[in-house]
């Protein structure tokens, strides 16, 4: 009886788990677009990691999770980066990195995918929805993922002398993928 509970157990389907990608840094982007005195800036980030695991058939088993080196934005202007670093921002001496780690993913309405998760930036840390466009070609894949996120909601520029700024800024990731694990 054992052994036949035991071969019936072996004919059950194993369950799926998402593919490993790995990120190939010198093609990829994590970028941010904001606005001062209304004129528009982007900027990016150098320095990130990202552990992908994405089946686009089985969403149940995809995660995300990124994390940045908040020292390494560069808005091609030097003021407004030592800005960014400096305690009304990213205050990087105390918090140098923010992390993204996805909880679930979903089809939208639209037919699109969103990842749900958390980011922390600062000492705050907050939902997060990112819609999610992933391409395919075997041993290659694409990632593109956007998101728009409430500057205050993370503690940053919330002093009167900030004003200035946009209440939005735009992220956009762009990272170019190879299988592996």
Not at 172 to 179: D, E, I, K, P, S
């Given at each position: 009886m054992l052994r036949s509970l035991l071969f019936m157990l072996c004919l059950l389907p194993l369950p799926a788990s998402a593919r490993d990608w790995q990120v190939d840094p010198a093609r990829s982007t994590l970028a941010?677009?904001?606005?001062?005195d209304g004129e528009a800036f982007e900027g990016r980030f150098k320095t990130f990691d990202a552990r992908i695991a994405?089946?686009?058939?089985?969403?149940?088993t995809a995660k995300f999770e990124v994390t940045v080196d908040?020292?390494?934005?560069?808005?091609?202007?030097?003021?407004?980066?030592?800005?960014?670093e400096g305690g009304d921002f990213f205050a990087i001496a105390k918090f140098p990195k923010a992390r993204f780690v996805t909880?679930?993913?979903?089809?939208?309405?639209?037919?699109?995918v969103e990842a749900r998760g958390t980011l922390t930036l600062r000492d705050r840390t907050r939902p997060?929805?990112?819609?999610?466009t992933f391409a395919e070609t075997g041993e290659a894949a694409t990632l593109d993922v956007s998101t728009t996120l409430a500057?205050?909601?993370?503690?940053?520029?919330?002093?009167?002398?900030?004003?200035?700024?946009?209440?939005?800024v735009k992220v956009?990731?762009?990272?170019?993928?190879?299988?592996g694990g």
């Open positions: 941010f677009q904001g606005s001062y994405y089946d686009p058939a089985d969403l149940t908040l020292a390494s934005a560069d808005t091609g202007n030097a003021e407004r980066d030592d800005t960014l909880e679930s993913f979903a089809k939208a309405a639209d037919g699109s997060v929805v990112l819609k999610v500057r205050k909601d993370f503690g940053l520029g919330v002093d009167k002398d900030w004003d200035g700024i946009g209440a939005d956009t990731g762009h990272l170019v993928l190879r299988a």
